[in-house]
């Protein structure tokens, strides 16, 4: 029996079941003398890869503690020429790929590999990250952060923008244009106007929505990189970054306390970034990414904005699984913070979004409850400042998107702020922060006021407000706005246009404060009396049996337009002297974006009410506002513009489309319509409704068409 025995139950080398029990006794037997991060931390089984398998299966960051070095071992010698045809068409497939991902016409010389090479250590060797995975800031949104002008036209589903945003009121001009050819019939390829064969007007106004040409996004233009969220920036930069924020950013926003904050950052510098919270840490990096984006009073360049895009994406990596669990008030803060970075870029979504989860977050933690007795006192003050910066978000954000506030006024109850600092600095700027909080709890109720009274609270069910409860409300709401404005303290007061800010010592934090709460002020004066300009558009409604209202309008209408100038022109100075004192010191006001925002949206106010000097029943009335003082207030908001670009999307997109609204409306000023004053009843009789409704219309399109723009 012995001898009927197969000789031997193993397969011969070099036989294929040779190879597979060779590889199966090796994977067996494989160890490795150091494992991941990842599974070191959840003591689980490494198989020393680059990335291990059971991080690419949890797809999971794969990060080794000590440089890699992988023994290669010949078992068969007589197979050497195959194995190196192996490991040369693997190198061949790397160096594919690296070139792939590094993209096709980026050559680095041997300085920047350097530099490159310096980058990878300091940030812990993030791999780069593949084509198809996307970062949170990788979305096109049709409006930039700050709700200032729109960027394209058409995501999937297009977002609404009510009436007290920039997108509706310029909007809302277009359309005073389009009653012409439905109304009157009126013969547009009678004058000379060149239009593109298939572009209707429409077309165009859509098309103006779309990005500059040759402008791309940061994350179009730079190379992507996976995101490491535990890494950490270099000791150096992170305290300066840190100095920053608690004495600029927490001076206007004064709700982050900065004893405990910098207890837990002592902790992370001790214990190592997986020993503190991942909320806490998230809140670090957004509190990076801010100070790196207020570091000047211009826009940041492309290489500043990549860094606070990566110290954002790293917070957002680090609580992506935690923003619709159990919320807590680290999140709530943390949800605030975001907000107010992605003012300053092109994400309008992900800006409304955070800020719904702040809302609810407040709701669901009953931040809005005042009489917490059962707290420390520092405990007390930072959930009433927490609720209340949740309510100025939800103002502004109202505002500029054209949403309705999610917070209604009724759940607000001032309260003034203890005084209890939150960051370290002299008493006398603390006094001044929580002053300036106060004033912009109270302002921004004003505000809420306006949206509820002028704008239907954005809601978009009322087609317009009645002309006399139009004028009688503006009315009041000035009264309100005069009466904070004389409460405010000596440290505080508004700043005016004759103020120069090149003589005085800019980095006192006093001195930023004032100019941002005199912008804030003047925003909220416009945001008041803008509707004014749309009563004074809206000529549809100018029909014969209302004479009587529009010679009314006439008068009382002109008073608040000569104020709305007024206001814009002091807007557009202050902003030029940011600009000027900017040259003397680089961090006088540092969220540049205010006065991105501000200068776009004074200029388009002054657009109206050139549109308004055009009207010939109007402009006697107007006598006191000339258009020569229009264009140089738009001048003004081009040199302010041109000053804060340094690359900045949102910057180029407003200066572009107010190159081409001047372009247009110049165009018009220097050209003739002899069609119009043949259909009107002569040159020495004035226009009757009709007919100045028709010419209104005709100067919107043919400045449109002839110069290739649309009004948005």
Same mark, same amino acid.
Request: hydrophobic share 35%.
């Given at each position: 029996?012995?001898?009927?025995?197969?000789?031997?139950?193993?397969?011969?080398? =070099?036989?294929?079941?040779?190879?597979?029990?060779?590889?199966?006794?090796?994977?067996?037997?494989?160890?490795?003398?150091?494992?991941?991060?990842?599974?070191?931390?959840?003591?689980?089984?490494?198989?020393?890869?680059?990335?291990?398998?059971?991080?690419?299966?949890?797809?999971?960051?794969?990060?080794?503690?000590?440089?890699?070095?992988?023994?290669?071992?010949?078992?068969?010698?007589?197979?050497?020429?195959?194995?190196?045809?192996?490991?040369?068409?693997?190198?061949?497939?790397?160096?594919?790929?690296?070139?792939?991902?590094?993209?096709?016409?980026?050559?680095?010389?041997?300085?920047?590999? +350097?530099?490159?090479?310096?980058?990878?250590?300091?940030?812990?060797?993030?791999?780069?990250?593949?084509?198809?995975?996307?970062?949170?800031?990788?979305?096109?949104?049709?409006?930039?952060?700050?709700?200032?002008?729109?960027?394209?036209?058409?995501?999937?589903?297009?977002?609404?923008?009510?009436?007290?945003?920039?997108?509706?009121?310029?909007?809302?001009?277009?359309?005073?244009?389009?009653?012409?050819?439905?109304?009157?019939?009126?013969?547009?390829?009678?004058?000379?106007?060149?239009?593109?064969?298939?572009?209707?007007?429409?077309?165009?106004?859509?098309?103006?929505?779309?990005?500059?040409?040759?402008? &791309? *996004?940061?994350?179009?233009?730079?190379?992507?990189?996976?995101?490491?969220?535990?890494?950490?920036?270099?000791?150096?930069?992170?305290?300066?970054?840190?100095?920053?924020?608690?004495? !600029?950013?927490?001076?206007?926003?004064?709700? #982050?306390?900065?004893?405990?904050?910098?207890? %837990?950052?002592?902790?992370?510098?001790?214990?190592?970034?997986?020993?503190?919270?991942?909320?806490?840490?998230?809140?670090?990096?957004?509190?990076?990414?801010?100070?790196? +984006?207020?570091?000047?009073?211009?826009?940041?360049?492309? $290489?500043?904005?990549?860094? /606070?895009?990566?110290?954002?994406?790293?917070?957002?990596?680090?609580?992506?699984?935690? #923003?619709?669990?159990?919320?807590?008030?680290?999140?709530?803060?943390?949800?605030?913070?975001?907000?107010?970075?992605?003012?300053?870029?092109?994400?309008?979504?992900?800006?409304? !979004?955070?800020?719904?989860? /702040?809302?609810?977050?407040?709701?669901?933690?009953?931040?809005?409850?005042?009489?917490?007795?059962?707290?420390?006192?520092?405990?007390? $003050?930072?959930?009433?400042?927490?609720?209340?910066?949740?309510?100025?978000?939800?103002?502004?954000?109202?505002?500029?998107?054209?949403?309705?506030?999610? #917070?209604?006024?009724?759940?607000?109850?001032?309260?003034?702020?203890?005084?209890?600092?939150? *960051?370290?600095?002299?008493?006398?700027?603390?006094?001044?922060?929580?002053?300036?909080?106060?004033?912009?709890?109270?302002?921004?109720?004003?505000? =809420?006021?306006?949206?509820?009274?002028?704008?239907?609270?954005?809601?978009?069910?009322?087609?317009?407000?009645?002309?006399?409860?139009?004028?009688?409300?503006?009315?009041?709401?000035?009264?309100?706005? /005069?009466?904070?404005?004389?409460?405010?303290? &000596?440290?505080?007061?508004?700043?005016?246009?004759?103020?120069?800010?090149?003589?005085?010592?800019?980095?006192?934090?006093? !001195?930023?404060?004032?100019?941002?709460?005199?912008?804030?002020?003047?925003?909220?004066?416009?945001?008041?009396?803008?509707?004014?300009?749309?009563?004074?558009?809206?000529?549809?409604?100018?029909?014969?049996?209302?004479?009587?209202?529009?010679?009314?309008?006439?008068?009382?209408?002109?008073?608040?337009?000569?104020?709305?100038?007024?206001?814009?022109?002091?807007?557009?100075?202050?902003?030029?002297? #940011?600009?000027?004192?900017?040259?003397?010191?680089?961090?006088?006001?540092?969220?540049?974006?205010?006065?991105?925002?501000?200068?776009?949206? *004074?200029?388009?106010?002054?657009?109206?009410?050139?549109?308004?000097?055009?009207?010939?029943?109007?402009?006697?009335?107007?006598?006191?506002?000339?258009?020569?003082?229009?264009?140089?207030?738009? $001048?003004?908001?081009? $040199?302010?513009?041109?000053?804060? +670009?340094?690359?900045?999307?949102?910057?180029?997109?407003?200066?572009?489309?107010?190159?081409?609204?001047?372009?247009?409306?110049?165009?018009?000023?220097?050209?003739?319509?002899?069609?119009?004053?043949?259909? %009107?009843?002569?040159?020495?009789?004035?226009?009757?409704?009709?007919?100045?409704?028709?010419?209104?219309?005709?100067?919107?399109?043919?400045?449109?068409?002839?110069?290739?723009?649309?009004?948005?």
């Amino acid at each position: 029996m012995a001898d009927q025995r197969p000789q031997s139950s193993t397969p011969s080398v =070099g036989d294929p079941g040779h190879i597979r029990l060779t590889k199966t006794q090796n994977r067996k037997r494989q160890r490795v003398s150091v494992a991941c991060r990842s599974c070191r931390v959840r003591k689980s089984r490494c198989d020393g890869a680059r990335p291990c398998s059971t991080c690419e299966d949890m797809d999971t960051e794969c990060r080794y503690e000590q440089p890699h070095s992988q023994p290669v071992a010949i078992t068969n010698p007589g197979s050497s020429e195959r194995q190196e045809d192996d490991l040369l068409e693997q190198r061949l497939q790397a160096i594919e790929k690296r070139l792939r991902l590094s993209g096709p016409d980026k050559q680095l010389d041997s300085s920047e590999m +350097n530099a490159t090479t310096s980058s990878t250590v300091q940030e812990n060797h993030e791999p780069r990250r593949s084509p198809g995975m996307k970062g949170p800031l990788d979305q096109d949104d049709e409006v930039d952060g700050m709700g200032a002008v729109a960027l394209k036209d058409g995501a999937d589903e297009e977002e609404y923008f009510g009436a007290s945003s920039n997108v509706a009121f310029l909007r809302f001009i277009h359309a005073v244009g389009d009653p012409v050819n439905s109304v009157d019939n009126l013969p547009l390829s009678s004058i000379d106007v060149s239009t593109e064969v298939g572009q209707s007007n429409d077309d165009r106004f859509d098309a103006f929505l779309r990005r500059p040409s040759g402008v &791309s *996004s940061l994350t179009e233009s730079q190379g992507r990189v996976r995101v490491d969220p535990f890494a950490l920036a270099p000791q150096t930069e992170a305290d300066a970054l840190l100095h920053l924020f608690f004495t !600029t950013v927490n001076l206007m926003i004064p709700c #982050i306390y900065e004893a405990s904050f910098r207890d %837990t950052y002592r902790k992370l510098q001790i214990d190592g970034a997986l020993c503190v919270r991942r909320s806490w840490l998230a809140t670090l990096n957004v509190v990076f990414a801010l100070a790196t +984006n207020v570091m000047t009073a211009t826009s940041p360049n492309i $290489e500043r904005a990549a860094r /606070a895009s990566m110290y954002f994406e790293r917070a957002m990596e680090l609580v992506k699984s935690d #923003i619709l669990g159990r919320l807590s008030l680290e999140m709530v803060q943390l949800f605030l913070l975001m907000e107010a970075y992605l003012e300053g870029t092109t994400s309008s979504s992900l800006a409304w !979004t955070l800020h719904g989860l /702040a809302v609810k977050g407040a709701y669901q933690l009953g931040l809005h409850v005042m009489d917490s007795k059962s707290l420390s006192q520092t405990d007390r $003050e930072v959930r009433r400042r927490s609720w209340y910066w949740c309510v100025m978000n939800d103002r502004f954000l109202s505002v500029t998107y054209g949403r309705p506030p999610l #917070i209604p006024l009724s759940h607000v109850r001032f309260e003034a702020s203890a005084y209890l600092p939150f *960051s370290n600095v002299s008493s006398a700027v603390t006094v001044s922060s929580l002053a300036y909080f106060d004033a912009m709890i109270s302002i921004t109720h004003i505000m =809420g006021e306006a949206l509820e009274r002028l704008y239907d609270s954005n809601l978009g069910l009322r087609t317009r407000l009645p002309m006399g409860e139009s004028l009688h409300q503006i009315s009041k709401l000035r009264w309100n706005l /005069a009466q904070w404005q004389d409460n405010l303290p &000596s440290c505080l007061q508004i700043t005016t246009s004759q103020d120069t800010l090149d003589d005085v010592p800019l980095t006192v934090g006093t !001195t930023r404060l004032r100019v941002l709460l005199s912008l804030r002020f003047l925003g909220a004066r416009i945001l008041i009396l803008r509707p004014v300009l749309s009563q004074f558009l809206d000529l549809p409604g100018m029909t014969a049996s209302s004479e009587h209202q529009s010679e009314w309008l006439r008068d009382s209408g002109a008073i608040l337009l000569v104020d709305l100038v007024r206001t814009c022109g002091d807007l557009l100075q202050t902003s030029k002297n #940011i600009l000027a004192g900017s040259r003397n010191d680089q961090n006088l006001l540092g969220a540049w974006w205010f006065s991105c925002y501000y200068t776009f949206n *004074s200029s388009l106010a002054v657009l109206g009410v050139l549109l308004i000097k055009r009207i010939p029943s109007y402009s006697e009335k107007l006598s006191t506002i000339s258009v020569s003082e229009l264009r140089g207030l738009l $001048e003004t908001a081009m $040199e302010v513009l041109r000053g804060l +670009n340094k690359g900045s999307e949102t910057v180029m997109r407003c200066r572009d489309t107010l190159t081409r609204l001047i372009t247009a409306f110049d165009f018009d000023g220097n050209n003739a319509h002899p069609f119009i004053d043949h259909h %009107t009843h002569g040159t020495d009789k004035p226009m009757c409704s009709k007919c100045t409704r028709i010419r209104t219309g005709i100067i919107l399109t043919i400045s449109i068409q002839r110069v290739g723009v649309a009004i948005c």
